[in-house]
């Protein structure tokens, strides 16, 4: 459980995403060093390698300082959760406000801490595999009442299993890169023929994801009970989607070309940890799950969520709303789900929650839901609609836990929709 009195001598801007009580994990760089683990500390990061280097992590959950030279964190990861909650508690005592071990010593003090401006942000794990899931019943619910009616909204196993399928996770890339318009096949209603181009449907997808912090071996199984040993973070997530080259595809394999040109994840992840304190119940669930899916009591995270849009050169606005807890299916069930069948899971791979729709229209996580199909016009700040993302569009999302008094966040995750490459 987080200390929520700790305080830092670190000065912790008020409403930090980064107080002390968070220490997310991520890989950053300056100018002409090589990337490295840091972890983020109200606007520093923490350089995880100079402290090694001084040995601060000559401890025996930590067998190998070397893993915080490394280029992404999957080795530091791969030590497990003594390790990882060892590292926690290491950073947490040498940060407060009654520590001298570092504040005295002022060139110790600026190798340490770097300003987060002078920090580029990278990718934070080598991801092997991505599973995209399809766990909010709004969403689905909506999506479904869109392409199918009202009494077809969901299909029959949706509510027995986390629907998912398998993504790329060579096309997963760090808050800040832009992206370009996808192409590809399209059919209209009334053509009798699909067209090649660039997809007229853009979208965002608000979603979060979890890294895996344990692999298991092809015929493993991991239960809902003991998922969380083997989930290291969560992060934001914007699974990108090209809404009228997923319609023409779709059928019957699922999301192809109109998925899988990008997915945007946000460079810190933030530890179960430094989460606990904001764990809640999830849904009720009618019929009541298999047995190998019984979710374990709080279940879920009250992360609020918020989904932006920033045309080239204007203000930003808030276009959507939305909480994590709103999900169907927990991340426990998720990963339950995933290795029922002995599937192996390996470190950094990511499982995304699919669409995060709340039950109100404000709280829908996607421009199709928004817009209800295009149907409906989305007004922004300075004049501007949208029914569909605009060439130039930035997309941000943002998210934090907030209790008591405290708030954990993740910081956020963007990226520019950049017009197509023809």
Not at 294 to 300: G, Q, V
Request: proline letters at 6%.
């Amino acid at each position: 459980m987080n200390n929520t009195a700790l305080r830092s001598w670190v000065e912790i801007p008020e409403n930090s995403d980064f107080p002390i009580q968070n220490l997310p994990f991520g890989i950053f760089k300056t100018t002409g060093t090589e990337p490295r683990p840091g972890v983020a500390l109200g606007n520093m990061v923490i350089d995880l390698s100079v402290l090694a280097e001084n040995s601060f992590f000559d401890v025996a959950e930590i067998p190998d300082p070397g893993v915080f030279f490394e280029s992404t964190l999957n080795p530091f990861i791969a030590l497990g959760r003594p390790a990882w909650k060892k590292v926690r508690q290491i950073l947490q005592e040498l940060f407060s406000e009654s520590s001298e071990a570092i504040k005295g010593n002022a060139e110790l003090t600026d190798a340490i801490l770097i300003p987060m401006d002078n920090c580029e942000m990278l990718l934070p794990v080598e991801i092997p595999d991505y599973t995209d899931f399809y766990s909010s019943l709004e969403h689905a619910t909506n999506v479904g009442i869109m392409f199918r009616g009202k009494d077809n909204a969901l299909m029959p196993n949706w509510k027995h299993l986390p629907v998912g399928y398998h993504g790329r996770s060579g096309s997963i890339v760090v808050s800040g890169t832009d992206l370009h318009r996808p192409m590809g096949q399209t059919k209209a209603d009334d053509a009798d023929a699909p067209s090649y181009g660039p997809s007229k449907l853009m979208d965002f997808e608000l979603e979060m994801g979890f890294i895996v912090g344990k692999e298991t071996e092809l015929g493993e199984v991991v239960s809902t009970e003991n998922a969380r040993d083997h989930i290291f973070g969560m992060v934001l997530c914007n699974d990108w989607s090209a809404r009228d080259i997923q319609k023409w595809e779709y059928v019957p394999l699922g999301p192809f070309l109109g998925k899988n040109f990008g997915t945007s994840i946000s460079p810190w992840i933030v530890t179960l940890e430094a989460l606990e304190e904001f764990r809640v119940d999830g849904p009720a669930q009618d019929p009541k799950p298999l047995s190998y899916m019984k979710n374990p009591a709080k279940s879920t995270f009250d992360i609020q969520l918020e989904v932006l849009i920033q045309p080239e050169g204007k203000n930003e606005s808030i276009i959507c709303r939305s909480n994590f807890k709103h999900l169907y299916w927990s991340i426990d069930q998720q990963l339950a789900h995933q290795t029922v069948n002995g599937c192996n899971v390996r470190v950094g791979d990511m499982y995304a929650s699919g669409t995060i729709s709340g039950p109100t229209e404000d709280s829908y996580g996607s421009m199709l839901e928004l817009s209800w199909r295009g149907s409906k016009t989305i007004k922004l700040q300075d004049g501007e609609e949208r029914k569909f993302l605009k060439d130039n569009d930035t997309v941000i999302l943002r998210g934090y836990c907030e209790k008591d008094g405290q708030r954990i966040g993740f910081g956020e995750v963007s990226g520019k929709l950049l017009p197509a490459k023809q």
